[in-house]
């Protein structure tokens, strides 16, 4: 089985820092990691897909980068309306789809 | 603009079958695409339950496998989700989704319906 480890589980940072979060898998997944953010209460929404392409209508603030088994998911200048939970997301044939334990984003 | 939207009952009892429906609409799921479940309990992170392509193709998470099925009415343009012999475990918000057939990448979300399972 593929492992997913996402971190950090948590931060806080202050508007217009740079965030960083990190995605690894225990193996080798090309470039197959999406990026997805969740709203308190509201579905997930797709931000990057393969790893480093950003969804149509995504602000370019947030980026994704990485291959094999470590990728990154960079906010650029955190906005108030930022504050969500936001997980990385692969794909493999024996388990399906695999979500990382989620990191959530707060204001300082 | 694609619209997907769960129905059905929000509590369930334990050892019965849990069953939603979610109704798909401004895309035919006979075009393509897979289409599946999510789920995310109380505060916890989400969980990929399975999916169903328009031929009837399923994959299913190997941990839920035995409990789970999920079929597709192209006709009404839905696709259906049960899940047997539930405890509480299986309380939480459960998302249909639209999944590209390519690097599955979840590009179209219900909004969750809570379902809770106790007597």
């Known amino acids: 089985d593929i492992q997913m480890t996402q971190s950090p589980s948590s931060l806080s940072a202050s508007v217009g820092d740079r965030v960083t979060i990190t995605c690894q898998a225990s193996q080798d997944i090309s470039n197959y990691l999406n990026w997805y953010q969740q709203k308190p209460g509201k579905a997930p929404k797709l931000l990057i897909y393969d790893a480093s392409n950003l969804e149509t209508g995504v602000p370019s603030r947030f980026s994704g980068s990485g291959s094999g088994t470590d990728f990154t998911f960079t906010i650029s200048s955190l906005q108030p309306e930022d504050i969500a939970t936001y997980y990385c997301q692969q794909y493999d044939n024996l388990q399906g789809l695999t979500f990382g334990g989620g990191t959530k984003v707060e204001i300082k | 603009q694609v619209q997907l939207q769960e129905s059905g009952p929000g509590l369930v009892k334990p050892s019965e079958t849990l069953s939603l429906t979610c109704a798909v609409s401004?895309?035919?799921?006979?075009?393509?695409?897979?289409w599946g479940w999510i789920r995310q309990p109380p505060g916890k992170g989400l969980e990929w339950i399975g999916s169903?392509?328009?031929?009837?193709?399923?994959y299913y998470n190997p941990s839920l496998k035995s409990r789970v099925t999920i079929s597709v009415d192209t006709s009404k343009n839905q696709f259906s989700l049960k899940l047997s012999s539930v405890t509480a475990a299986d309380t939480a918000v459960y998302y249909c989704?639209?999944?590209?057939?390519?690097?599955?990448?979840?590009?179209?979300w219900g909004q969750g319906t809570l379902v809770t399972v106790s007597s």
């Open positions: 989704a639209r999944t590209t057939e390519q690097h599955p990448t979840i590009d179209y």
């Open positions: 401004g895309y035919s799921i006979s075009s393509g695409y897979y």
């Open positions: 169903i392509y328009h031929s009837g193709s399923t």
